[in-house]
């Protein structure tokens, strides 16, 4: 089926990346699944990752998130080093403790909700603002309360995650993240464990908040109309590389590599 078109407004693209790659590679044992990845992503860029399955997306997120050690390279985020610096010509780990502070500036949402049973919603919502931020446990609930209204889950406070559905549970991941007042906000394939009726709901909330903020966004996803409506950026992945990149009207009406155009015939 055909994608519909629509034009996101532009990011700033001046000054220092939001993020940038530098010769980044990530081996797992003899398997290389990124090799010489450059790129940047610029303050309130969107930039949604396609490209088949095992081409290295998630993995990409998960080094911004310091989920996975970098093998090699270096990844900058807001122009300083994430986990490594050069200096004097040499390859340096940096302090755990600044890489742990400058990740309070992302967030992330995983495609397994990942919200604590034993908490009701809103604890699960102020547990990182209250202990990472130090943010009083009142602030933190009042925004919590905002953001669960934000995500259409306001009756849902007092609920314990086993009792939502899919659907909401991944709306409360959503608020969670964003109590982190993030400037990056990291999404991995966010509605691939939902039932097909509840996707619309969760990809709803992400559209208004692509639509009303300027976070800075990194995604990966298989819905694609959802990927050309809040993209600035797509780039196709495939073997741990970047294939082609480009505004989501040229890569999905006029692809140019062979691969990108069998994958997206494949998916759409």
Request: glycine share 8%; charged share 25%.
């Amino acid at each position: 089926m055909p994608l519909t078109e629509k034009t996101p407004a532009t990011p700033a693209t001046a000054g220092t990346p939001a993020i940038e790659f530098k010769d980044v590679e990530k081996s797992f044992g003899p398997t290389t699944v990124l090799k010489d990845l450059n790129f940047t992503v610029a303050p309130g860029e969107r930039v949604t990752l396609i490209g088949p399955s095992g081409s290295g997306k998630t993995t990409i997120l998960r080094l911004v998130m310091t989920l996975e050690d970098l093998t090699d390279g270096y990844i900058f985020v807001d122009g300083e080093p994430l986990t490594f610096e050069e200096r004097d010509g040499k390859r340096v780990e940096m302090p755990k403790k600044r890489t742990r502070e400058m990740t309070t500036r992302i967030g992330m949402v995983f495609q397994q909700f990942n919200l604590f049973p034993n908490m009701t919603v809103l604890e699960n919502i102020i547990e990182a603002p209250v202990h990472v931020l130090g943010k009083s446990k009142a602030e933190a609930s009042t925004e919590a309360k905002e953001l669960l209204e934000r995500v259409g889950l306001s009756e849902k406070a007092d609920a314990h995650p086993t009792r939502l559905s899919g659907g909401q549970q991944q709306r409360v991941a959503i608020a969670r993240a964003l109590a982190m007042s993030p400037e990056i906000l990291l999404l991995d394939e966010v509605t691939s464990a939902l039932d097909p009726e509840l996707v619309g709901d969760v990809l709803g909330v992400l559209r208004d908040i692509a639509e009303t903020t300027d976070i800075t966004m990194l995604l990966v996803t298989h819905e694609m109309q959802f990927a050309r409506d809040v993209s600035h950026r797509v780039m196709m992945f495939d073997g741990g590389q970047v294939l082609e990149e480009g505004p989501p009207d040229q890569i999905f009406n006029n692809p140019s590599h062979e691969r990108t155009k069998s994958f997206l015939s494949s998916v759409l």
